[in-house]
T-cell receptor, first 113, second 110 residues
Framework: SQTIHQWPATLVQPVGSPLSLECTVE??????LYWYRQAAGRGLQLLFY??????ISSEVPQNLSASRPQDRQFILSSKKLLLSDSGFYLC????????????FGNGTRLTVT | RKEVEQDPGPFNVPEGATVAFNCTYS??????FFWYRQDCRKEPKLLMS???SGNEDGRFTAQLNRASQYISLLIRDSKLSDSATYLC???????????FGKGTRLHILP
């Protein structure tokens, strides 16, 4: 069966520090991969998605970036965090075929201080 | 225009009651939808898939009305554990993006 791993679960980082969140998927190949962010009390905001290795689509201009160095690995990064980057970050995957639902990782709760 | 629209609620419903909420969508070509539930401070989890006219799973029934372009979720004999935010999600478009709305908050009252 397919599983998705996301870490760390919680993170407290000072403003201006770098960020690296990692997400891996097991049990499937060539998945679509997504990064979402959810601010407190708000809906999910799509940040990045990828349909293949090295293929990244960005939804929002900001100081975050994403990379997909391997088929089932998706990394979210920042060189310098802002206070506004605080939130709940969720990685998700889906089959690359139409009509496939998303499956989420457990999320990373990031607090920028 | 948003892809999906949901009443944000909250819906405050006594335990044991039946509750239903709708989700309207703008893309008439959409042929399937998904209902997710999200508990406070947790990730969304797939609740039901709706591929044709409807789907039923225990106390939950989802229906797709193509003519009126809405999807409904019916919860019978509601439990306290049904309290959550319910998200209606269309499948990805040609660009593979999957956009979530804010969902509908449901509170089951004891």
């Amino acid at each position: 069966s397919q599983t998705i791993h996301q870490w760390p679960a919680t993170l407290v980082q000072p403003v201006g520090s770098p960020l690296s969140l990692e997400c891996t998927v097991e049990g499937t190949s060539n998945p679509n991969l997504y990064w979402y962010r959810q601010a407190a009390g708000r809906g999910l905001q799509l940040l990045f998605y990828s349909v293949g290795i090295g293929q990244i689509s960005s939804e929002v201009p900001q100081n975050l970036s994403a990379s997909r160095p391997q088929d089932r690995q998706f990394i979210l990064s920042s060189k310098k965090l802002l206070l506004s980057d605080s939130g709940f970050y969720l990685c998700a995957w889906s089959q690359s075929s139409y009509n496939s639902p998303l499956h989420f990782g457990n999320g990373t709760r990031l607090t920028v201080t | 225009r948003k892809e999906v629209e949901q009443d944000p609620g909250p819906f405050n419903v006594p335990e044991g009651a039946t509750v239903a909420f709708n989700c309207t969508y703008s893309n008439s070509a959409s042929q399937s939808f998904f209902w997710y539930r999200q508990d406070c401070r947790k990730e969304p989890k797939l609740l039901m898939s709706v591929y044709s006219s409807g789907n039923e799973d225990g106390r939950f029934t989802a229906q797709l009305n193509r003519a009126s372009q809405y999807i409904s979720l019916l919860i019978r004999d509601s439990k306290l554990s049904d309290s959550a935010t319910y998200l209606c999600v269309p499948p990805p478009g040609r660009d593979d993006k999957i956009i979530f709305g804010k969902g509908t908050r449901l509170h089951i009252l004891p």
